[in-house]
């Protein structure tokens, strides 16, 4: 199948403008797009020139191809509204961007006859020209019925991607796995600059040389993160892994006089890794017993906030 298609967008945010790029650049034709705020229009104009804004129904009727990346909570209403309106044929191919949703979603588009994909790309947009090399070698997370297969795997090559099937019914652990180790990698290390920040590691109180907290954190965290996902649990280092009970019982001290909004995700992190570092046999039973009842104190098993004793609540 290597004929160029036309294809529609529906939602030109950060995901479906770049796409919509990648696409276009790969000979298809992107007939037209739809964006309601004022940020999806600037990124239409600037990645996309010379292409209509429509509203989304013309969108759908104009396509042979209807790329739905709308958010997630969006995407049940768009889909009824299109098929509901008659926009959605069949024949026509209609693929979303979600990584929570598989192919229920589109039962409404299906059900007039249209040919359903999930395709997801397993990566942040910036929703700029920044995005567009990063989508080679990108996954996508694929769901698609065997029929739809050839359509699927051909748009994720024009892409520049690798199409990775996922089941139906993991979907959402799928794209729960991914928002874990993105998203929550963000706040994680927005933390991290944070608490190096009040340590007095900020070139804006000119006493560290032109090192920031990003500057300090740069190799140790493309370290870990490399070690991570080459060897797993294996690459934990740190004070839970060697049992170093006063380290951690200073940290817990410190974090909650200088950066207390911080400490309940430290000590929620540091029980996971307590368990895993428990479980392969590296941190002993005792010790952990020792740092469990630390984290305990700083902030009760089932709870969010901090407890009275550190003054914040």
């Known amino acids: 199948m290597n004929a160029p298609l036309r294809i529609g967008v529906v939602g030109a945010g950060r995901v479906g403008a770049v796409l919509a790029t990648a696409l276009r650049a790969a000979g298809h034709e992107i007939v037209a ?20 804004v429509l509203k989304p129904t013309a969108v759908a009727r104009a396509a042979d191809v209807l790329l739905l990346t709308v958010p997630d909570d969006m995407l049940p209403n768009v889909v009824e509204m299109l098929s509901a309106s008659g926009a959605i044929r069949a024949g026509q191919y209609v693929v979303h961007s979600s990584g929570r949703h598989g192919l229920a979603v589109l039962a409404p588009a299906a059900a007039v006859g249209a ?46 991607g690798r199409a990775m099937w996922v089941a ?28 190096l920040a009040a340590a007095g590691i900020d070139t804006a109180a000119g006493h560290t040389g032109g090192i920031d907290p990003a500057d300090t954190l740069r190799p140790l965290l493309e370290a870990a993160l490399s070690n991570a996902l080459a060897y797993g649990d ?29 400490l309940p995700s430290y000590v929620a992190m540091a029980r996971a890794t307590m ?9 002993l039973p005792l010790r952990a017993a020792k740092i469990g009842r630390l984290l305990d104190e700083a902030v009760p098993t089932g709870t969010t906030e901090t407890t009275d004793k550190w003054g914040w609540v």
């Not at 997801?120 to 997370?141: I, K, S, W, Y």
């Open 275 to 283: 368990t895993r570092a428990l479980a392969d046999g590296r941190l």
């Open 33 to 52: 797009v739809a964006g309601e705020s004022a940020a999806s229009r600037t990124r239409a104009e600037t990645l996309l020139p010379g292409v209509p």
């Open 168 to 195: 139906e019914d993991k979907r959402t652990l799928y794209h729960a796995g991914l928002a874990h180790g993105a998203n929550h990698l963000v706040t994680l290390v927005s933390q991290a600059m944070e608490m």
């Open 115 to 160: 040919r359903a994909i999930a395709l997801h790309p397993a990566m942040t947009f910036t929703g700029t020209d920044v995005d567009l090399p990063r989508l080679a070698g990108c996954v996508f997370g694929v769901t698609a019925e065997e029929s739809e297969r050839e359509l699927a795997e051909h748009l994720v090559a024009d892409l520049g």
């Open 234 to 262: 294996a690459a934990l280092t740190g004070p839970i892994v060697r049992g170093d009970v006063e380290t951690v019982r200073a940290h817990l001290a410190d974090l909650a006089e200088s950066t207390p909004q911080n």
